[in-house]
T-cell receptor, first 115, second 114 residues
Framework: AQSVTQLGSHVSVSEGALVLLRCNYS??????LFWYVQYPNQGLQLLLK??????LVKGINGFEAEFKKSETSFHLTKPSAHMSDAAEYFC?????????????FGQGTRLTINP | DTAVSQTPKYLVTQMGNDKSIKCEQN?????MYWYKQDSKKFLKIMFS???????INETVPNRFSPKSPDKAHLNLHINSLELGDSAVYFC?????????????FGSGTQLSVL
């Protein structure tokens, strides 16, 4: 069975500092990996996704993530945090062999940005 | 205009009651989903409909019954509510049903069973 573990339920960084949100996955088949973001009082939005090919994936709002098969990781980064990045971030994995979209999510990481 | 809207946003009810949560999407998508977020914030899929046909039905008690009257709507009816049903329920939609599709989520319905 697939699973996702997000290390750190709460991450706090200063404005302008590097953002690093950690995600490790477990999958018996080649995974599709996603990061979703949830801003306060809104639904989840797709930040980026990894399917195949290039392991460094760029998403919206300056975020990127790198797929590392040897480490079973898909960490999310942003070089310089902005106040508007404060939100809940969810990593998810999808079974590439499944016929239907069935995401398995991590428990989320709340990102706080300090002025 | 909200793309995926759920009503109500908050639902407080007594054990044993029957309640419904409604979801509507105006994106023209053909696939809709219900996810449950538990107290530890894990999101788990419950159901998915593609063109009004049930395509995903996870291990969910029979008390939960989804209904899709048309492609733009997916409602969730819950019978005989239990304390353990307290959670945030998210509706989502996508165009297509494959493993790579982008999901669009509603803002959630927080259900509290007393």
């Amino acid at each position: 069975a697939q699973s996702v573990t997000q290390l750190g339920s709460h991450v706090s960084v200063s404005e302008g500092a590097l953002v690093l949100l950690r995600c490790n996955y477990s999958s018996s088949v080649p995974p599709y990996l996603f990061w979703y973001v949830q801003y306060p009082n809104q639904g989840l939005q797709l930040l980026l996704k990894y399917t195949t090919g290039a392991t460094l994936v760029k998403g919206i709002n300056g975020f990127e993530a790198e797929f590392k098969k040897s480490e079973t990781s898909f960490h999310l980064t942003k070089p310089s945090a902005h106040m508007s990045d404060a939100a809940e971030y969810f990593c998810a994995v999808s079974d590439a062999l499944q016929g239907a979209q069935k995401l398995v999510f991590g428990q989320g990481t709340r990102l706080t940005i300090n002025p | 205009d909200t793309a995926v809207s759920q009503t109500p946003k908050y639902l407080v009810t007594q054990m044993g009651n029957d309640k419904s949560i409604k979801c509507e999407q105006n994106l023209g998508h053909d696939t809709m989903y219900w996810y449950k977020q538990d107290s530890k914030k894990f999101l788990k899929i419950m159901f998915s409909y593609n063109n009004k046909e049930l395509i995903i039905n996870e291990t969910v008690p029979n008390r939960f019954s989804p209904k899709s009257p048309d492609k733009a709507h997916l409602n969730l009816h819950i019978n005989s509510l239990e304390l353990g049903d307290s959670a945030v329920y998210f509706c989502a939609s996508s165009q297509g049903a494959g493993p790579l599709v982008k999901l669009f989520f509603g803002s959630g319905t927080q259900l509290s069973v007393l």
